[in-house]
């Protein structure tokens, strides 16, 4: 008896982003809301961070509330009937439950089901990897078009003592919409994990210590320097092995968004990969703060609606963070 040979789907040979969308958290907390607790002041808090304001959201205002409005202006703005969407990838370490997950909600709500949806856990470097994972759908044939959402309430895991992290911290959802296109819009990604630092940030403490009432509710934390170092040294090597990958020199770039982690690794990137005076830089931290998954999108569609002269031009985006974990990749800019 012969064996049936299996169909395969096969998609677009080339992808890219056509629009971004962005919502930020509703309060406005200058560095003086914060000194307090932590013993410091706004002086200190700039000088480290770059940090002048960051973005929160109100009580009752959650993750997929600032989700929804971000991925709304980016499916508007795309043009692409909600019916097309074939997944929707939403980037987040803050849903309100473990499980169902944030991004099956985000679909109901847009009207786009029944896509397949699901969350992606990879912090900071989330977004990346969800615009890796739709390239690779769109070109698989798996899906035609792909949601991917960043979306943050980092707010509620914060500790007003902690002085590692918490100042740091703003709350905001950016979304894309990637698509089939004629030439190569999304270059190959450079991604990967070191699971060795898995200690380097993320939170004091676990769920189960929580219930037992050994330790109180999670918050977030880091070790400075070692991230710092991290972030600084290896990431540039990630950065420079993604426009190799894409096949370019920073002199092709239009604009370089790296995370908002910190004004200083965002300064030292720039300064390691030796970019042109006209490539634009990212700095939406500045009065943001740091959103993690989000951070890349909003700072995007920040510099689009500051130089609408970047559409079409060549981004180097990067992101990295807890676990930890890394990814980046050239993308055409919508």
Known sequence: MSTPTLTQSSGAQYTR?????????????????????????????????????????????????LAETAANEALEKAGVPREKIGAVLVSTISNVAVTPSMASLLADRLG?????????SAACAGYTYGIAQADALIRSGAAEYVLVVGAEKLSQYVHPEDRSIS??????AGAVVVGPAEEPGIAASVWGSDGSKWDAVGMNATFEEYLDG????????????????????????VAKQALEAAGI?????????????????????????????????????????????ASIPLATHRLLEEHPELSGGLALQIGFGAGLVYGAQVVRLP
């Open 249 to 293: 020199t920073a002199d092709d770039l239009a604009a370089f968004v790296p995370h908002q982690a910190n004004m200083r690794i965002i300064d030292e990137l720039a300064k390691q990969l030796k970019l042109p005076e006209h490539v634009m830089i990212g700095r939406d931290i500045q009065t943001t703060g740091n959103t993690s998954a």
């Open 167 to 172: 100042f740091l911290l703003g709350d905001g």
């Open 17 to 65: 982003i056509l629009s971004f969308g962005a919502a930020r958290g509703d309060l406005v907390v200058p560095n003086e809301d914060l000194i307090g607790p932590i013993n410091s002041s706004d002086e200190w808090i700039r000088q480290r961070t770059g940090v002048v304001t960051r973005k929160r959201a109100s009580k009752g205002i959650n993750a997929v509330d």
């Open 112 to 120: 786009v089901t029944p896509a397949p949806a699901y969350d992606i």
């Open 214 to 237: 050994e330790k109180p509710w999670p918050t977030m934390r880091q070790e400075g320097q070692t991230v710092f170092r991290w972030a600084v040294w290896e990431m540039a090597k």
